[in-house]
């Protein structure tokens, strides 16, 4: 057996893990009240059947500047007990949880009320929705919030906070050439345009304690047309920086709903974010996870062997399969049933397609055709 092998314990990034599987994080685009539902509560209870070693619960809304809608899950004071009960639950399993804490900035699918903020000014080029720079103070208190969300997600049993800096939202275009045109200390060259991220993840260490684990998502490359948005080599630099601060792990993903790859790419793409996140583990002793295009396990193995990446994050294998992992870990081990056509993801929540019954499907074909 390898040094390193797909299913053994492990301490990854500051929590100790049953195996190297994680369930990315996902938007559950059908919560109640800002809280899980039971059908969000038993995709879980799901997944931690399924031997998923760490679930990352995602995204989660939570400062005053963001627009969300009431389906999006939001940690608060009020929603800290509703969120206990999920991590109680997984935890009964030996699964791990995250809370992912994100900040939409104008990445949004509907029409919002009111200001929407951002690093700069800009158009988005996915919705045109227009920003509205973010102040210094109002940056300062961004950071605070940070803070305090990830206390509200210590206090409900989450085992460590992602911070969500990839996929072209809020801190994804703090550190785009792009999209931060600012002239103070949160703008110019990389270091400043990561400072937020630094900020808040030392406002988090100070709140929840130094040995909370918080890690990060983000984008090795935003494939921004002509190559105008965050590159490879500011994201290793980047990443370098924050190895150096403290980080207790790293999800090497990419790509944003305006670039020409999305994160969620076909099928006829693996592991398509493999070189980059090669090249950053080499660079820093950070644990390293990779994301995107992983359905086959020969192939994770060889990657554990072969190279200083730490784990493997899944999504739309698991939502297929949430006993992906238990399958394989029984001894079949045959590639992911999931195909990447991406018609999990639709406005009545994230179900695969091929799971839904007949009538399903149909309600599904006529709703994309409306939209066509």
Request: proline content about 2%.
């Amino acid at each position: 057996m390898n040094a390193k092998e797909v299913f053994n314990t492990s301490l990854l990034g500051g929590i100790e893990v049953k195996n190297r599987f994680i369930r990315s994080a996902t938007n559950d685009p059908n919560a109640e009240n800002f809280i899980p539902n039971k059908a969000i509560f038993n995709k879980y209870e799901d997944l931690s059947k399924g031997e998923v070693g760490t679930i990352i619960m995602g995204y989660m809304a939570f400062s005053k500047s963001d627009h969300y809608a009431g389906n999006s899950l939001e940690l608060g004071a009020d929603t800290v007990a509703e969120f206990k009960k999920v991590t109680d639950m997984a935890h009964g399993y030996g699964t791990k949880m995250v809370a992912q804490i994100n900040h939409a900035s104008t990445q949004l699918y509907f029409q919002p009320e009111g200001t929407v903020y951002g690093p700069s000014e800009y158009t988005d080029p996915m919705n045109g929705i227009k920003a509205t720079a973010f102040s210094k103070e109002q940056i300062q208190e961004f950071v605070k919030e940070f803070g305090q969300a990830a206390a509200y997600a210590k206090e409900a049993g989450f085992d460590g906070v992602q911070i969500h800096g990839a996929h072209g939202y809020m801190l994804n275009k703090f550190m785009s050439p792009l999209y931060n045109q600012r002239t103070d200390e949160y703008g110019g060259d990389v270091n400043g345009r990561m400072k937020i991220v630094l900020d808040i993840l030392s406002e988090i260490k100070s709140t929840c304690g130094k040995n909370y684990p918080v890690w990060i998502k983000l984008s090795s490359t935003d494939f921004e047309v002509d190559n105008k948005g965050l590159n490879e080599k500011e994201f290793l630099v980047i990443g370098e920086q924050l190895a150096a601060n403290g980080i207790d792990a790293i999800e090497v993903s990419g790509g944003s709903m305006a670039g020409i790859h999305s994160s969620a790419r076909s099928k006829k793409y693996a592991a398509y974010h493999l070189d980059a996140a090669k090249k950053l583990s080499e660079k820093v002793d950070t644990p390293i996870i990779l994301v995107g295009g992983l359905r086959d396990l020969d192939e994770m193995n060889n990657i554990l062997s072969e190279t200083k990446i730490e784990a493997f994050s899944m999504s739309r294998a698991l939502v297929r399969e949430s006993d992906l992992v238990k399958r394989w870990k029984n001894g079949d081990g045959t590639k992911a049933k999931c195909i990447a056509c991406n018609s999990c993801f639709n406005p009545n929540g994230i179900e695969c397609f091929f799971n839904l019954s007949k009538e399903k499907q149909q309600e599904y074909r006529e709703m994309m055709q409306a939209q066509s």
